[in-house]
Each structure stands twice: as C-alpha cells, then as structure tokens.
T-cell receptor
C-alpha cells in the first residue's frame, strides 16, 4: 500500500545542535517529495521540494534534504538548530494528482 | 501576490448545527484541497476540487461536502456537527494536480464544536 512514514513523533534537540528528521515512503514509482513546516496554530509552509535532478535539495531557513532512492527516504537536515525552528514538520509525497502527508514530527528546541 | 485566504479564522458551533468554511486560492490556481487536522491525528485529506468539480474525496462521511465556484474559491460544509469534528481545517491550492507541484496552504479555520 502507498504510504508516507515519519518514524519520529517527537524530537528534542538543543539549540545549536544538528537535526535530522526522517521520512520514508512506499510507492511504486519515485514520487515528488516535499517538506512542510507548521508553526502552532498556523498553516503549512513549504520548506523544500524534490522533483528530479540533484538528490540534495536546499530549502529555506537553512534546511536541506537528501533523496535516497535505494532507501525510499527523504530526510530533512539542518546543521545548527535555532529556537525558532520549534514546530511541526510534515513530509509529503506526490504521485500524479495525489498528495499524501506523513503524520508529522514535532520538534522541541532546548535552550 | 495574495496567498491562500481562509475565513473565518475561528468558528464555534453547537453539536448538530452546520458549519461553512471558505477558501480563496492563489490567483491562477485552479485546484483547491481541504484537510482536517484534529489534535494528534496529523493531516487528513478531505476533498479535492479542480475546475469546479470534485476530483477526489478522503475517507469522511457524506456530511462533509463542498463545492468550488467559477472563480475557483471553495466552500467546505459540515452538516450535523459532532464533537469530534473540532479541528483545524486547512485549505491549500495549487496550479494543477497537487502531486505534481507544490501546494500553498492557508492559515486554517479553527472549528470548535460544543
């Protein structure tokens, strides 16, 4: 069955530490891949997207993600987390006219 | 350029009533999507409208319905409200099938059913 999995429901990191949020998908073909961020009570904002080409994608706010076809993964990374990065992060995959979202990972940043 | 706008921001209704939520897409976008985000349940796909027609529907009962107008704005109607319908309802728009391009989200309507 087609699915998007974010294995980590909640992650806590210290400010200045590195961050990696995991995303795995299960589709027959390579989908389009997205990461969105949602601040409390707000809508979703696109961080970055992968359609084709270079598998390392740069996004806004210093985030990047790497597409690994062999692992069906699209993990989000940031080398140094800021307190303002505390939010919920959603991975999404698109196939044709359909888009599926993962359950989200809540990021807490410790001072 | 104006983003996706949703109204109202907050809505409080009594169980059994009807709620109407509105969404205006980004200019030039023909597709509108509705999602329900209940506490702890992530984003649940509700409905997809494109060019005035319903293209896809999530696993929700028929009392969740909607429509898309000629100007591509959209309404989501929830009839016979139940307490568990309390959630943030997000609208998104895109220029074509959502899977092939990014979706832009509104700020959401917080529906509270009491």
């Amino acid at each position: 069955a087609q699915s998007v999995t974010q294995p980590d429901i909640h992650i806590t990191v210290s400010e200045g530490a590195s961050l990696e949020l995991r995303c795995n998908y299960s589709y027959g073909a390579t989908p389009y891949l997205f990461w969105y961020v949602q601040s409390p009570g707000q809508g979703l904002q696109l961080l970055l997207k992968y359609f084709s080409g270079d598998t390392l994608v740069q996004g806004i706010k210093g985030f990047e993600a790497e597409f690994k076809r062999s692992q069906s993964s699209f993990n989000l990374r940031k080398p140094s987390v800021h307190w303002s990065d505390a939010a919920e992060y959603f991975c999404a995959v698109g196939i044709g006219n359909d888009m599926r979202f993962g359950a989200g990972t809540r990021l807490t940043v410790k001072p | 350029e104006a983003g996706v706008t949703q109204s109202p921001t907050h809505l409080i209704k009594t169980r059994g009533q009807q709620a109407t939520l509105r969404c205006s897409p980004i200019s030039g976008h023909t597709s509108v999507y509705w999602y329900q985000q209940a506490l702890g349940l992530g984003l649940q796909f509700l409905l997809w409208y494109d060019e005035g027609e319903e293209r896809n529907r999530g696993n929700f009962p028929p009392r969740f319905s909607g429509r898309q107008f000629p100007n591509y704005s959209s309404e989501l109607n929830v009839n016979a409200l139940e307490l568990e319908d309390s959630a943030l309802y997000l609208c998104a728009s895109s220029s074509r099938g959502q899977g092939a391009t990014e979706a832009f989200f509104g700020q959401g309507t917080r529906l509270t059913v009491v």
